[in-house]
């Protein structure tokens, strides 16, 4: 099957620790997005990429980082600087010419103590 | 900024009452709007989308939303609602035609049938 997997699907870290997320995708899509997760907040994008080694940031990039070295993967590290990581993550992917149709992985979901 | 409402969070439903969920958004221009659902345990979906034409546009599932241009409203309807329509709603809003995929989000609005 096609789609977007993301794991683990729970992650526990300590305070002051750089932790990456792994986003993979088998749809062969081009643009591929993170969104963090808020109870009460909706969806806010972190960082995008419209084509491999290629990435712009989103609206809250401060405190993450990003690499898109191959199309299937776009691994998400939280950095220390990152003042309130605890969060549901989710990766997403779309094809080049329809962006805004973007197809949902199932989410990571860190605590950071 | 450019923002998007949703000013239901959390609507309760009988099975078979109409549903409508308010969504608003600042201007910017043109838009492109859509809405996603995540059903329990489940991916986030799209559900429908508008980018341009008829301002009723229909998705999945007996769902239907419409675009009123004046309002700034994207607003979701479904005439009789079912136990498995329990979920979270999204609506979402992406500026501009250069069809960049940053998407802006509603904060969301959980949807609870009872059966």
């Known amino acids: 099957d096609g789609g977007i997997t993301q794991s683990p699907k729970y992650l526990f870290r300590k305070e002051g620790q750089n932790v990456t997320l792994s986003c993979e995708q088998n749809?062969?899509?081009?643009?591929m997005y993170w969104y963090r997760q808020d109870p009460g907040q909706g969806l806010r994008l972190i960082y995008y990429?419209?084509?491999?080694?290629?990435?712009q940031k989103g609206d809250i990039a401060e405190g993450y980082s990003v690499s898109r070295e191959k199309k299937e993967s776009f691994p998400l590290t939280v950095t220390s600087a990152q003042k309130n990581p605890t969060a549901f993550y989710l990766c997403?992917?779309?094809?080049?010419?329809?962006?805004?149709?973007?197809?949902f992985g199932p989410g990571t979901r860190l605590t950071v103590t | 900024a450019q923002s998007v409402s949703q000013h239901n969070h959390h609507v309760i439903l009988s099975e078979a009452a109409s549903l409508e969920l308010g969504c608003n958004y600042s201007?910017?221009?043109?838009?492109?709007l859509f809405w996603y659902v995540q059903y329990p345990g489940q991916h986030l979906q799209l559900l429908l989308k508008?980018?341009?034409?008829?301002?009723l546009v229909k998705g999945i599932k007996g769902f239907e939303a419409e675009f009123i241009k004046s309002k700034f409203s994207f607003n979701l309807r479904k005439p009789s609602v079912q136990w498995s329509d329990t979920a979270e709603y999204f609506c979402?809003?992406?500026?501009?035609?250069?069809?960049?995929?940053?998407?802006?989000f509603g904060q969301g609005t959980t949807l609870q049938v009872k059966p």
């Open positions: 749809l062969n899509h081009d643009a």
């Open positions: 979402a809003v992406g500026y501009g035609s250069s069809n960049t995929g940053k998407l802006i």
């Open positions: 997403a992917s779309s094809p080049r010419d329809r962006t805004y149709e973007q197809y």
């Open positions: 508008y980018f341009s034409g008829d301002p």
């Open positions: 201007y910017g221009g043109t838009v492109n």
């Open positions: 990429s419209q084509i491999v080694n290629d990435f």
